[in-house]
């Protein structure tokens, strides 16, 4: 696990909530989308080979689109950043028991600071930051 991958988690986290409020307000702003006519061609009922016209009602599709291009982007971001949360939480979960991964349990998933979690183990905030070095290079 590399630490730029560890010191993104907590900022992934932030950012993973933001994305959830902002794809709310998008899906609502989809429902709310004007509904204009449209005409679209069918084949007929009774003879498939007839071509119909019919009026349908549909949301406006420049807006529609728009905003369907935002959801998928913010979607696609979305993605990213649960699996970037999954591999650093499986990375710590995976480790045996121990000092090192109380601390970046602590560290990483429970948003303490190093100093914090130094306190709170009874150690200095030198080697909290050396044991999350340690386990930097490993993979």
Avoid at 12 to 35: I, P, S, W
Avoid at 41 to 65: L, W
Wanted: negative net charge; glycine residues 6%; aromatic residues 4%.
């Amino acid at each position: 696990m590399d630490r730029k991958r560890l010191n993104r988690h907590k900022s992934n986290k932030r950012e993973l909530a933001l994305l959830e409020r902002q794809l709310d307000r998008l899906y609502e702003r989809l429902e709310n989308v004007e509904t204009v006519s449209g005409k679209v061609t069918k084949s007929g009922d009774d003879f498939p080979y007839i071509e119909e016209h019919v009026t349908v009602q549909m949301a406006e599709p420049k807006a529609a689109t728009a905003i369907k291009d935002q959801i998928r982007v913010k979607e696609d971001r979305q993605k990213v950043l649960w699996s970037e949360i999954e591999q650093v939480e499986s990375f710590i979960g995976a480790l045996p028991d121990g000092i090192e991964k109380r601390v970046l349990e602590m560290v990483h998933l429970d948003d303490m600071t190093q100093r914090d979690a130094a306190e709170a183990i009874g150690y200095s905030c030198g080697r909290i930051s050396q044991i999350i070095a340690s386990l930097c290079g490993k993979d």
